[in-house]
């Protein structure tokens, strides 16, 4: 008898992904390399934060969290005694002057209605007080919301670096790619899977459990390399945030604490989400179009 009710009220396929190597950002694309979601036609997904208290979701529609990228620069001048400079091309001085340079790629070049970021987070070179370095290694990420603007700001990123170190007398080679790491698009919700989250989730916890407008986070997901392969996508955020049982620090804080009491709400949401999507998007059906 529960066999057939579920038969009756599960109509369509579920994929349940398990998926490896988040953090790193190659998991998904590998995922969709090995056809995981072929014939898929919907995507959900998410991530707990400490933003919203337990027992609360949120999402929105269009883009949620950023592109990422990141990169490394070698800048290539001659070395030399620092007591002769004029003997020497100085990396040091070209690899600050690229660093000044990417900030005005957002403060002058970025439409401000297009959030975009550029921080140099590494500037290694030398080893000693009195030699000029024969070159300097710098690196960091840069992100957006929108595709366009992230591809324009990777190359603007790179031609800034090259541009600058030639002023400098320096050559530069930039990474695009250092340690294996990838590009992740834009993570953009569909307006239609989006109301359908607020749907399910508001019948699900009420009004008061579910914020549907969410401010965009500058943070990224390799989720996005479901949203490129599939139709329509959408991804939001499980409430954890809970001081009584020490759930205050954020997911990549050492102190991280799951608030254990989330897991009913996130496992029930993300059900509902796909047998709801189903029940309303196909109804009866004998196809196999999967979810």
């Not at 995507?43 to 990422?68: D, E, K, M, N, Q």
């Not at 960091?140 to 170190?165: H, P, W, Y």
């Not at 109301?195 to 008061?208: C, I, N, P, W």
């Not at 020490?246 to 059900?271: C, I, K, N, R, T």
Request: net charge negative; charged share 15%.
């Amino acid at each position: 008898m529960i066999h057939k009710l579920a038969l009756s009220l599960w109509q369509g396929t579920v994929i349940l992904l398990f998926q490896p190597g988040e953090e790193v950002g190659t998991g998904a694309k590998k995922m969709v390399e090995a056809g995981v979601v072929n014939n898929v036609e919907a995507i959900f997904g998410f991530h707990v934060t400490v933003i919203l208290p337990t027992g609360v979701v949120g999402s929105r529609a269009g883009p949620l969290l950023a592109g990422c990228g990141f990169f490394e620069a070698v800048i290539t001048g001659k070395g030399g005694h620092a007591a002769i400079p004029q003997s020497s091309v100085d990396p040091v001085v070209a690899a600050s002057s690229v660093v000044l340079a990417l900030q005005n790629l957002v403060s002058r070049e970025a439409d401000p209605l297009d959030s975009q970021v550029v921080t140099v987070t590494r500037f290694r070179g030398g080893g000693a007080f009195n030699v000029i370095p024969d070159s300097v290694t710098i690196g960091g990420t840069f992100r957006c919301f929108s595709n366009d603007g992230f591809m324009l700001l990777k190359r603007r990123i790179e031609e800034v670096i090259v541009a600058q170190s030639a002023v400098h007398r320096c050559a530069a080679a930039v990474d695009f790619h250092a340690g294996g790491r990838p590009l992740l698009a834009p993570t953009i919700n569909s307006a239609g899977l989006h109301a359908h989250f607020e749907a399910v989730a508001t019948e699900m916890l009420g009004a008061g459990g579910v914020r549907g407008a969410m401010e965009p986070c500058m943070g990224s997901e390799d989720f996005a390399a479901f949203s490129e392969a599939v139709p329509g996508s959408h991804f939001y955020f499980v409430g954890i945030r809970n001081e009584a049982a020490g759930s205050v620090h954020d997911a990549h804080s050492p102190h991280f604490l799951v608030d254990e009491g989330a897991l009913p709400y996130g496992a029930a949401m993300h059900a509902s989400l796909a047998m709801t999507y189903l029940q309303r998007r196909h109804g009866r059906v004998d196809s196999h179009e999967e979810l």
